[in-house]
């Protein structure tokens, strides 16, 4: 029997909150046993990518408390639920049926009449079948010439995600001969935004994917507008240039303005699509739609993972209650998400919104206000370009932000150079290990300017190489993070009633329904 | 006299202390007089850019308290002194001086044996001259062929600056017929970063800028060594194809390997060095000498709008002041800049490291430890794309986290669309208005998860169009609200020796002089 309780009615909680400042990371990093403690204190994900938290501030007591933690908390019953098909998002009464996009956990689950397993893979095989066509030249463009170019039209889940995902492959896929499309991304309704991907582009050779679950976000109609408008200006058909993803209930689902249609459903959150028709359209066009089951498949592969009833052995599982224990018991407030590798340039942007979206709330999930913090404020950048930038303020500022690293031992694209006996990509390596021991043990100097306190801690998820496979294992390892945490804080991950305000007071301000504040500040944009 | 205090010696900080949650942000901003609020609370920068406050938590107590504590930490004396020369940097013993490369704010400078105005004037004029040539084809590539496109290979300061002002300006210049060439960056020492940058440009019509002020950057000289064997395999010559941006001292200044050598000092920081020749040969050569100087007039204005000893007339200063009300009295750990202009997409992340890298610090400018918390982290993505991602966090999350709008009244591109009876952006202006009202008044409502508290301070910087001198004066604004807050910290917020530590132990594991946990990581790393 399943308990929704908040994190400060868990008894296991109390016992946690006498750990605070139970683990000095300088002494068991800098200690003889430190080697020890980095090969002893790992897990592995999936597809080769192992996840390392030796440099968390955890020991045995802490690692048992959060074992407690993780039993009273109910957490592997809670995410079995979820997988397996309970009502998980209350607050919009859905089900949450991502993973079931790529893989099945449990036990089938019927919704709206059907196996929603075999839904979302025949909608799979519906966008394979209709990327193989394209790819093969039997769908052509009006003037029946190739399609060489994909352009996604989506905002927030139906931008991030997949173009984190499409950027990450992008070189690999360069590589391996799996390139078969570009692909681009509008989303700001910032006219600037479609008109300057336009003018980047050959639209007679793009196939466009408009992407709203709805079919209402004015984002993504306005730009879609702002397309047609281009294509029909250059005499081109929109018609012959559009595909859907949306659920079969939108308006845009039989839509005769498109060349095709694939659904996704209300089961799926935005920011948890990446697996979906959301993400699959996109990057099955771009690499092909074995590269995307493959990505599927490291997914699915980590999925499984954290289905693992031992705390110790599930990474995600962890990784979620250290998270609760930097939160709430040693008070820190912001993360930061460190990729050693280009190809995940916008990979933190994507988990800005997937944590922030799904934990950054002040109710749980029956509404009623909870009384502790809940999801921090995540930021990143590539290494090593952050070193030259923010990590300034990570060494020697006066908070302390928790650090999620990633670095992989081979490049994407296999061209490298040796100067002064090292290659580019051992330089980065040797960058990302020397960081972490950096933050963790510090250094004394003499002046204080130079010295470093240390004490601050990191985890690292190191792989081969950045493929669909391992590319899938990163996201889902978040994913799962995400939902662990917030059933330990007792949200609701899966609704965002916080975005409604600013959509209800801007259709005032486009009506001209404003008065005093609102109507100030619309004068100060010029409406 | 120049006092250089801790911020908790000062009385007026006492006394802002007492003023804890004075202002009901939903109060001011929900009343009758909100409008006029809206109208009152603002203070032109330049280049049409206003700066407007009224949405943070400040009334005429607040407001009085900040202007004591300005006089008080002596915030203009302090300005004074640094364009007039003194010794800020007193960490690296160095002048402060990147105002003078668009402007003389005071008296004339005069270091290493040279008036340091004409110096930084002398190398624009060096470079606009190069440019002019290159754009005009007398100089060419080594087969008598025009350049088409530059690259900059630089890192930290010396990339994201320069990168996201060129981002800034790229679809103006395009509109505007000022896109001479484009512009590419190569940045990151992993090597998927070059090769990539590599794979996407035509090297043979390239020209390359190695930045580096040291003229010893490793991921610089690394990418430098990658790009040189590139064009080597292509059959071209690398000295016909690289320029240098370096200081007069550095083993590059006199190297025959470049095309042309142009010159910063050790008096500009790197996170300070857009308008110098680090950012002035990428952007002279992208969109011309006269565009390049229209961004320093821009700068130059925005710095003299910094000189008023008035702080309600200074809104840097008082950007600063209340900066530092939201850090040290209410609380606030992170702050986001959240730009409604998708050109201004890197932005944040230039002002990230201008930020958190300046005053990211745990001691004062006499590397004595302070007892208050300084530089906060920043982040932010343009909207409105962050409303469909983080915001959510913003608005409903259990931390209080100021924000910082951009908004233009006019595109750059000036295409647009209507929909539902307004542009792309009206909406656009109507969405950042929206945003700001529903984050300081909230809505009350009888389901806690549909109800928002409010109270969440923002200001918003408002202009006609970015062009090349607002994008200055945005620039400019935050360079100086940083200094100033650096001095109400009392921190040296020009060297980074948080940098250090990262370095000096990745030279180590290259070296393979590791043991205990940094030779664990580097194993994890395969190396």
């Given at each position: 029997?399943?308990?929704?309780?908040?994190?400060?009615?868990?008894?296991?909680?109390?016992?946690?909150?006498?750990?605070?400042?139970?683990?000095?990371?300088?002494?068991?990093?800098?200690?003889?046993?430190?080697?020890?403690?980095?090969?002893?204190?790992?897990?592995?994900?999936?597809?080769?990518?192992?996840?390392?938290?030796?440099?968390?501030?955890?020991d045995d007591k802490v690692l048992e408390a959060?074992?407690?933690?993780?039993?009273?908390?109910?957490?592997?019953?809670?995410?079995?639920?979820?997988?397996?098909?309970?009502?998980?998002?209350?607050?919009?009464?859905?089900?949450?049926?991502?993973?079931?996009?790529?893989?099945?956990?449990?036990?089938?689950?019927?919704?709206?009449?059907?196996?929603?397993?075999?839904?979302?893979?025949?909608?799979?095989?519906?966008?394979?079948?209709?990327?193989?066509?394209?790819?093969?030249?039997?769908?052509?463009?009006?003037?029946?010439?190739?399609?060489?170019?994909?352009?996604?039209?989506?905002?927030?889940?139906?931008?991030?995600?997949?173009?984190?995902?499409?950027?990450?492959?992008?070189?690999?896929?360069?590589?391996?001969?799996?390139?078969?499309?570009?692909?681009?991304?509008?989303?700001?309704?910032?006219?600037?935004?479609?008109?300057?991907?336009?003018?980047?582009?050959?639209?007679?050779?793009?196939?466009?994917?408009?992407?709203?679950k709805s079919g209402t976000t004015l984002e993504?109609?306005?730009?879609?507008?702002?397309?047609?408008?281009?294509?029909?200006?250059?005499?081109?058909?929109?018609?012959?240039?559009?595909?859907?993803?949306?659920?079969?209930?939108?308006?845009?689902?039989?839509?005769?303005?498109?060349?095709?249609?694939?659904?996704?459903?209300?089961?799926?959150?935005?920011?948890?699509?990446?697996?979906?028709?959301?993400?699959?359209?996109?990057?099955?066009?771009?690499?092909?739609?074995?590269?995307?089951?493959?990505?599927?498949?490291?997914?699915?592969?980590?999925?499984?993972?954290?289905?693992?009833?031992?705390?110790?052995?599930?990474?995600?599982?962890?990784?979620?209650?250290?998270?609760?224990?930097?939160?709430?018991?040693?008070?820190?407030?912001?993360?930061?998400?460190?990729?050693?590798?280009?190809?995940?340039?916008?990979?933190?942007?994507?988990?800005?919104?997937?944590?922030?979206?799904?934990?950054?709330?002040?109710?749980?999930?029956?509404?009623?206000?909870?009384?502790?913090?809940?999801?921090?404020?995540?930021?990143?950048?590539?290494?090593?370009?952050?070193?030259?930038?923010?990590?300034?303020?990570?060494?020697?500022?006066?908070?302390?932000?928790?650090?999620?690293?990633?670095?992989?031992?081979?490049?994407?694209?296999?061209?490298?150079?040796?100067?002064?006996?090292?290659?580019?990509?051992?330089?980065?390596?040797?960058?990302?290990?020397?960081?972490?021991?950096?933050?963790?043990?510090?250094?004394?100097?003499?002046?204080?300017?130079?010295?470093?306190?240390?004490?601050?801690?990191?985890?690292?998820?190191?792989?081969?190489?950045?493929?669909?496979?391992?590319?899938?294992?990163?996201?889902?390892?978040?994913?799962?993070?995400?939902?662990?945490?917030?059933?330990?804080?007792?949200?609701?991950?899966?609704?965002?009633?916080?975005?409604?305000?600013?959509?209800?007071?801007?259709?005032?301000?486009?009506?001209?329904?404003?008065?005093?504040?609102?109507?100030?500040?619309?004068?100060?944009?010029?409406?």
């Open positions: 029997m399943i308990q929704w309780k908040n994190l400060d009615e868990l008894v296991s909680f109390e016992r946690l909150k006498e750990l605070k400042n139970e683990v000095d990371l300088k002494a068991v990093l800098s200690g003889a046993g430190a080697a020890d403690r980095v090969a002893e204190y790992q897990i592995p994900i999936a597809a080769g990518l192992v996840w390392n938290y030796a440099a968390r501030q955890v959060l074992g407690n933690l993780a039993a009273e908390a109910q957490l592997q019953e809670k995410y079995q639920a979820l997988y397996n098909g309970e009502m998980i998002n209350t607050g919009e009464k859905r089900l949450v049926l991502h993973q079931l996009t790529r893989g099945q956990l449990g036990d089938p689950v019927k919704a709206d009449g059907v196996d929603k397993r075999k839904f979302y893979e025949e909608q799979r095989e519906r966008i394979a079948d209709f990327a193989d066509r394209v790819h093969s030249g039997e769908i052509t463009n009006g003037a029946g010439e190739p399609f060489t170019s994909v352009c996604q039209i989506g905002i927030g889940g139906s931008d991030l995600g997949p173009r984190a995902m499409y950027i990450a492959l992008h070189n690999w896929a360069a590589q391996t001969g799996n390139l078969l499309m570009d692909a681009h991304f509008i989303s700001n309704v910032d006219p600037d935004d479609p008109a300057g991907v336009l003018s980047e582009i050959d639209p007679a050779h793009t196939i466009f994917i408009l992407v709203s993504t109609l306005t730009n879609e507008a702002f397309v047609k408008k281009a294509l029909i200006s250059r005499g081109l058909n929109p018609a012959d240039h559009m595909i859907a993803v949306t659920s079969e209930t939108s308006p845009l689902a039989k839509d005769s303005g498109y060349l095709a249609a694939f659904f996704m459903d209300d089961y799926i959150g935005g920011r948890y699509s990446s697996t979906s028709a959301v993400g699959g359209a996109v990057l099955s066009l771009a690499f092909g739609p074995e590269v995307f089951a493959r990505f599927l498949s490291g997914a699915a592969a980590a999925d499984k993972a954290a289905t693992e009833p031992d705390l110790l052995k599930n990474a995600a599982m962890l990784d979620a209650c250290i998270g609760v224990y930097e939160r709430n018991v040693q008070g820190c407030r912001a993360t930061a998400v460190l990729p050693y590798s280009q190809a995940l340039s916008r990979f933190p942007a994507h988990l800005q919104q997937l944590d922030m979206e799904s934990n950054g709330k002040s109710v749980n999930r029956f509404g009623e206000p909870v009384n502790y913090p809940t999801g921090p404020v995540l930021f990143g950048e590539p290494g090593t370009n952050g070193q030259h930038s923010f990590y300034q303020l990570l060494h020697q500022g006066t908070d302390i932000i928790p650090l999620q690293f990633v670095g992989f031992r081979e490049s994407q694209l296999a061209t490298d150079v040796e100067i002064q006996g090292s290659t580019s990509q051992q330089k980065l390596g040797a960058n990302v290990a020397a960081q972490i021991v950096a933050f963790a043990c510090g250094k004394e100097d003499s002046d204080n300017n130079k010295a470093f306190a240390g004490g601050r801690p990191s985890s690292i998820i190191t792989g081969d190489r950045l493929t669909p496979e391992s590319l899938g294992a990163l996201l889902s390892h978040f994913e799962n993070k995400v939902m662990f945490q917030g059933f330990l804080w007792n949200l609701n991950s899966f609704d965002q009633e916080g975005v409604q305000l600013g959509k209800t007071l801007s259709k005032k301000v486009l009506a001209g329904q404003t008065d005093g504040a609102l109507q100030a500040y619309a004068g100060l944009l010029g409406i």
